[in-house]
């Protein structure tokens, strides 16, 4: 039977020495993990709320859902959105 190249004879301190350095390097050449924006567009408060985003625009002219405006584009906190579920105004 013959023999894997990955079974050579390394000991595994260095392939753990290897692996942590590895770690260490993508660590710091990935870019910092940003906090969420609180603002999301109808197509995340959609995502959000695992709705159509008909249902976000049906739900905002019944003004059953708080909404910010920037123009014409519609914006929502998640803390409205999950405060319209706590109240319970986003339902059928």
């Avoid at 301190?13 to 567009?41: C, F, G, K, N, Y």
């Avoid at 159509?52 to 014409?72: F, K, M």
Wanted: charged share 30%.
């Amino acid at each position: 039977m013959r023999e894997s190249p990955l079974n050579l004879a390394v000991p595994p301190e260095l392939v753990d020495a290897i692996a942590e350095r590895v770690v260490d390097l993508l660590a710091e050449r990935s870019p910092a993990q940003a906090e969420p924006t609180p603002w999301l567009d109808v197509g995340a408060a959609a995502c959000y709320l695992a709705c159509e985003t008909h249902r976000i625009y049906d739900l905002v002219s019944a003004r059953r859902l708080r909404c910010a405006r920037d123009g014409r584009r519609l914006l929502f906190r998640r803390e409205w959105l999950d405060d319209a579920l706590v109240d319970g105004s986003t339902g059928p």
